[in-house]
């Protein structure tokens, strides 16, 4: 149990106020980590961060828009400011807007498929890797639409391929330093994300035949993985991309 302690280290979480963010933020916490909890909804963050501190972890919330570079410094500045170190980055916010066709993609829709799912963790990884010291880890939580795409969610798709190579060469560019960089490919979890993009239980009952355990994980699922990926447990495992989707049919 002790290669999965975090007592000591500090963890920021981007998308942290709710969904499979949230769920790694708590997770985090109950492994001893102090937990930076960050989306645009500054309430929402102060509300996680309250749960995460009647675990007896002290949290920072903070608000900010990863798409946005100067959001991201601010935030890890603001990280440093408070904790003096970062040991756990983990790239969680994204969005996948929907478009029929590459025709009714717009490039607003493009643009900020592509600001929040990777400029953002490109900037981020780059920002705290700075800081970070031997033993420490970058997590990307990417999807299985970037290794199996669909038309509909096409920039999104692209978006998480592109992280998924991102995170190949953060693993090449940070392991002199020590730090182990890794993502997680996602199958279908219940968030609000999920239940927003699909219109019926029948609908979801459909997504959850598209894997062998046939069944929507809950949110809490992802938390091993990502556990075992911030720690030393997983010390000699990096720019690898582990599938947590229930056993997705090839
Ligand atoms: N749920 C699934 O089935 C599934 C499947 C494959 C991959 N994933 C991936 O898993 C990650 C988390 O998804 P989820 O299902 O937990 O989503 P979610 O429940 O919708 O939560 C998304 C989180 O990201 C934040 N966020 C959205 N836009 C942001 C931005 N521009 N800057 C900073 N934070 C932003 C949201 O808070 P604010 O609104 O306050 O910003 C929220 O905290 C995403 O990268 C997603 O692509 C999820």
Redesign the pocket.
Same mark, same amino acid.
């Given at each position: 149990m002790t290669r999965h302690d975090l007592t000591g280290k500090v963890a920021v979480v @981007?998308? $942290?106020?709710?969904? =499979? $963010? =949230?769920a790694m933020a708590t997770g985090f916490a109950q492994a001893g980590a102090d937990v930076v909890v960050?989306?645009?909804?500054l309430e &929402? +963050?102060e509300k996680a961060a309250a749960g995460i501190r009647s675990l007896g972890r002290r949290c920072l919330p903070v608000s +900010?828009? *990863?798409?946005d570079w100067s959001q991201c410094d601010t935030l890890i500045e603001r990280t440093l400011a408070e904790f003096g170190r970062i040991d756990v980055l983990v790239n969680? &916010? $994204?969005?996948?807007p929907v478009a029929p066709r590459l025709l009714e993609v717009t490039e607003p829709l493009f643009d900020k498929t592509i600001? *929040?799912?990777l400029k $953002?963790p490109l900037r981020l990884g780059a920002r705290a890797a700075e800081h970070m010291g031997p033993g420490s880890a970058i997590i990307n939580?990417?999807? *299985? &639409?970037s290794v199996r795409p669909i038309a509909y969610t096409a920039v999104?798709a692209a978006a998480?391929a592109g992280l998924n190579v991102l995170t190949a060469v953060m693993a090449q560019e940070f392991a002199p330093k020590g730090i182990r960089a890794n993502g997680i490919i +996602?199958? @279908? /979890?219940? @968030?609000?994300? /999920?239940r927003s993009s699909i219109p019926s239980e029948e609908a979801a009952a459909a997504v959850a035949q598209g894997c062998v355990l046939k069944r *929507?994980a809950d949110?809490d699922e992802i938390v091993g993985t990502a556990l075992y990926l911030a720690t030393d447990a997983s010390s000699y495992t990096t720019g690898q991309m582990i599938q947590v989707d229930g056993g997705v049919l090839p």
């Open positions: @981007t998308g $942290g106020s709710k969904g =499979l $963010g =949230l960050s989306s645009r909804k &929402a +963050c +900010c828009h *990863v798409g969680n &916010a $994204g969005i996948a600001g *929040v799912n $953002g939580i990417s999807s *299985v &639409a999104y998480k +996602c199958g @279908t /979890f219940w @968030t609000d994300s /999920f *929507v949110a």
